[in-house]
């Protein structure tokens, strides 16, 4: 199982790849130069706190890491211990029959396949967004990391799969036994209120590469 010190050495590693202190790896990456110290890895409450997966995806962008190489960094011994490996679906595929079970998890082989941390959930899985229905935030070959497993709440941004087959990602506004409240991340799409009975299932996304 993926730990918070193996996360934060990860960042450390890369920075120094790279001929960069951790404060000089948020600053190149856009971040406030602090992002990254000792003191923001634990809360006022003395807990471990995890980086934001949108402060390791500008690091990747800002110094061209590619998500394997920052994967090498968190297993560090080559062993690959806290890495899965995570199956591909097309944004299409994942909307028709036999893609997935009757749980939500997907079924099959022969997918492509990326290397990812363990994220505890041996059902994750990635999907590649295609069109303009995410922007900003997620574009057209940007893949994201979604997680069975993981607990939902409100503001969190997931993939939806309606029993009609339908598949959006969006942000979770409210959730009840009768209805799924969702806002856009597009603002020019609109929002949905969904009946509970007619969606399939909710995932979270944990992670994305833009």
Known sequence: MLTHSEIWKAIDTLARSYGLSPSG????????????????????EGK???????SVSKVLR?????????????????????????????Y??????????DAGYPVGNGWDEVEFPNVGDPNAYALEVAG?????????GDVVIVSPAAGVR???????????????????????????ELTSINQSHGDRTLAAEDVAFMHRIVWSSQ
């Open 48 to 54: 471990a706190r995890w980086p934001s997966t949108e």
């Open 154 to 180: 409100r503001g969190d941004r997931v993939v939806v799969k309606t029993t009609e087959g339908e598949v959006m990602a969006k942000e979770l506004v409210r959730q009840s036994a009768i209805k799924i």
């Open 62 to 90: 800002a110094t061209g890491a590619s998500l394997e190489e920052f994967v090498a960094y968190i297993s560090g011994d080559g062993t690959n211990k806290v890495v899965q490996r995570v199956p591909v679906i097309g």
């Open 132 to 140: 303009e229905s995410m922007e900003p935030v997620y574009r057209d």
């Open 92 to 101: 299409a595929q994942a909307g028709k029959e036999g893609f997935f079970d």
């Open 25 to 44: 790896l948020a600053r190149k990456a856009g971040l406030d130069p602090t992002t990254f110290n000792k003191s923001k890895r634990i809360t006022r």
